[in-house]
T-cell receptor
Framework: NAGVTQTPKFQVLKTGQSMTLQCAQD?????MSWYRQDPGMGLRLIHY???????DQGEVPNGYNVSRSTTEDFPLRLLSAAPSQTSVYFC???????????FGPGTRLTVL | AQSVAQPEDQVNVAEGNPLTVKCTYS??????LFWYVQYPNRGLQFLLK??????LVKGSYGFEAEFNKSQTSFHLKKPSALVSDSALYFC???????????FGTGTQLKVEL
C-alpha cells in the first residue's frame, strides 16, 4: 500500500492564480480531510469528506473548494491564490469514527 | 467548542531521562483524544488514542499517555527518552462526525545527549 499520497510536494504561485492539490489513498478509507499547518497554529481543518459525493466545511474553508467523486481521491482547489494561503497542506484519511488518521507527506505552497 | 491546549512550545530533556509533553482539553461530553508526532518535513504519524477504558494508554515507540478526567489532561510520557524522539508533538481531540480533529499548537521536543 502506498497509503496517502499528495502531489505536488512543492508549489509556488502568483497571487490570483488557481491550482489543484491532489490527494489519493489506497486504503479504502471513507473519511478524508484537508488541513493546513502554519507556525504556532497547529493544524487547522479546511474541508472534509465522509464518503464519495459528500463534503463539508471545516474551520478555515474560505478560498478553497473540494470534491469527492471517488473513494480514493480528494483534490483541493485554490480558486484565486492569496499570500495568506502560503502554508503546508496535509491530506489525511481514516476508516470510521474514533480511528487514527493517516497523513500524506504534505504540499508546501508559497503564494507570492 | 472542543479544544486542546499544549502549554509548552518546547520541551528539552536529556537522553535516558523520562519525558512528559503536556496537553489539557476542554470538551462537552466524552473526550476522544489523540497524540501525533511529526518529524521534519514529514506528515503526522499516529502515536496513541484514548476513547474509553483504562486511563493509561500505551502507544507506538514506547510512548504512553495518562488520561486524567479531574484535571482534564492527557499528558504524553516516555520512561526513557531517545535522541531520535526529537520531533514536533501534537495533541488532538475529535470534534465531530467525519472524524474531525482539532489540534493543539504543538510542542517541540528536543532530546540531547
Amino acid at each position: 500500500n502506498a497509503g496517502v499520497t499528495q502531489t505536488p510536494k512543492f508549489q509556488v504561485l502568483k497571487t490570483g492564480q488557481s491550482m489543484t492539490l491532489q490527494c489519493a489513498q489506497d486504503m479504502n478509507h471513507e473519511y478524508m480531510s484537508w488541513y493546513r499547518q502554519d507556525p504556532g497554529m497547529g493544524l487547522r481543518l479546511i474541508h472534509y469528506s465522509v464518503g464519495a459525493g459528500i463534503t463539508d466545511q471545516g474551520e478555515v474553508p474560505n478560498g478553497y473548494n473540494v470534491s469527492r467523486s471517488t473513494t480514493e481521491d480528494f483534490p483541493l482547489r485554490l480558486l484565486s491564490a492569496a499570500p495568506s494561503q502560503t502554508s503546508v497542506y496535509f491530506c489525511a484519511s481514516s476508516r470510521g469514527n474514533y480511528n487514527e488518521q493517516f497523513f500524506g507527506p504534505g504540499t508546501r505552497l508559497t503564494v507570492l | 467548542a472542543q479544544s486542546v491546549a499544549q502549554p509548552e512550545d518546547q520541551v528539552n530533556v536529556a537522553e535516558g531521562n523520562p519525558l512528559t509533553v503536556k496537553c489539557t482539553y476542554s470538551v462537552s461530553g466524552n473526550p476522544y483524544l489523540f497524540w501525533y508526532v511529526q518529524y521534519p518535513n514529514r506528515g503526522l504519524q499516529f502515536l496513541l488514542k484514548y476513547i474509553t477504558g483504562d486511563n493509561l494508554v500505551k502507544g507506538s515507540y514506547g510512548f504512553e499517555a495518562e488520561f486524567n478526567k479531574s484535571q482534564t489532561s492527557f499528558h504524553l510520557k516516555k520512561p526513557s527518552a531517545l535522541v531520535s524522539d526529537s520531533a514536533l508533538y501534537f495533541c488532538a481531540v475529535r470534534t465531530g462526525g467525519g472524524n474531525k480533529l482539532t489540534f493543539g499548537t504543538g510542542t517541540q521536543l528536543k532530546v540531547e545527549l
